[in-house]
T-cell receptor
Framework: SAVISQKPSRDICQRGTSLTIQCQVD?????MFWYRQQPGQSLTLIAT?????????ESGFVIDKFPISRPNLTFSTLTVSNMSPEDSSIYLC?????????FGPGTRLTVL | RKEVEQDPGPFNVPEGATVAFNCTYS??????FFWYRQDCRKEPKLLMS???SGNEDGRFTAQLNRASQYISLLIRDSKLSDSATYLC??????????FGAGTTVTVRA
């Protein structure tokens, strides 16, 4: 299993600002994933963060809006840039392989 | 069309009842199937994997029908603690997971 922590747990931000979310895992992992879960909706994969290379973004998500860092095998950050109210969501960090995916507790973001 | 579709519910059942619900997936090349549980304001956690032959884990039974591309979950002898949202999750022939929007189950005393 993996224990994942995220910071901050929640934040309320003004539109046009940026927020960086941190994800820390208690073991070394090759791939880390960032998801978004909007109210009442399913989890949507934003990008896959690999250590030592550029993140791989899913359709509809771009690096300028969601820059990701992956400086080592236990840590990653996701930045939500130039925020608008539509970015209000829960952002979850995840790791996993094989049969199980583990999720961090999420960062609940509200953009005013 | 969404990759994974679920009946959102809610399913409101009394304690001790049996509740069952399905999900359908669109990618016939999907490799692995799971049910995750998500409690209110918490992260999803794996409930059980779903195998081709069907499998049980205590009061929970999962079935997979590849021909019709659907997965089911049945909960017997429902407990109050079973109240949650159940996410149907499918892994394609890459490492990525596709999530359903969840089926909400409320078990009442």
């Amino acid at each position: 299993s993996a224990v994942i922590s995220q910071k901050p747990s929640r934040d309320i931000c003004q539109r046009g600002t940026s927020l960086t979310i941190q994800c820390q895992v208690d073991s070394q992992v090759t791939m880390m994933f960032w998801y978004r879960q909007q109210p009442g909706q399913s989890l949507t994969l934003i990008a896959t963060a690999n250590q030592g290379s550029e993140a791989t973004y899913e359709s509809g998500f771009v690096i300028d809006k969601f820059p990701i860092s992956r400086p080592n095998l236990t840590f990653s950050t996701l930045t939500v840039s130039n925020m608008s109210p539509e970015d209000s969501s829960i952002y979850l960090c995840s790791v996993g392989s094989g049969t199980e995916q583990f999720f961090g507790p999420g960062t609940r973001l509200t953009v005013l | 069309r969404k990759e994974v579709e679920q009946d959102p519910g809610p399913f409101n059942v009394p304690e001790g009842a049996t509740v069952a619900f399905n999900c359908t997936y669109s990618n016939s090349a999907s490799q692995s199937f799971f049910w995750y549980r998500q409690d209110c304001r918490k992260e999803p956690k794996l409930l059980m994997s779903v195998y081709s032959s069907g499998n049980e884990d205590g009061r929970f039974t999962a079935q997979l029908n590849r021909a019709s591309q659907y997965i089911s979950l049945l909960i017997r002898d429902s407990k109050l603690s079973d109240s949650a949202t159940y996410l149907c999750v499918v892994r394609g022939n890459d490492y990525k997971l596709s999530f359903g929007a969840g089926t909400t189950v409320t078990v009442r005393a």
